[in-house]
């Protein structure tokens, strides 16, 4: 799977192109959790997703993630880790 262009739309300067990128990493990840780790796609999902400085892209796509079946508890983990982060 090339992620090149995935990568390169998650740091775009719009943030329509960033959340759909967002987006896109966890429709991946529904479909090959295992894929989205070895390509390492979490760490920029994180960085996305929890600290985009426009309401666009974090809160909608919070909010996508709990309701895609089988990601609801890997988003749990995820944003639990970051938060022990900032701790």
Known sequence: M???PLRT??????PYVRRTAVMGVLKV???DAEM?????LLEPLR?????DPDP????????RACRVSGVAR???EF????????R
């Open 9 to 14: 739309a998650l740091e775009d300067a719009h």
């Open 47 to 51: 960085v996305s997703a929890l600290h």
């Open 74 to 76: 890997w988003w749990r």
């Open 56 to 63: 666009q892209v974090g809160p909608p796509v919070c909010t």
């Open 79 to 86: 944003t639990a880790g970051q938060k022990e982060n900032h």
């Open 29 to 31: 990840h529904y479909v």
């Open 2 to 4: 090339q992620t090149e």
């Open 36 to 40: 989205v780790e070895r390509l390492s």
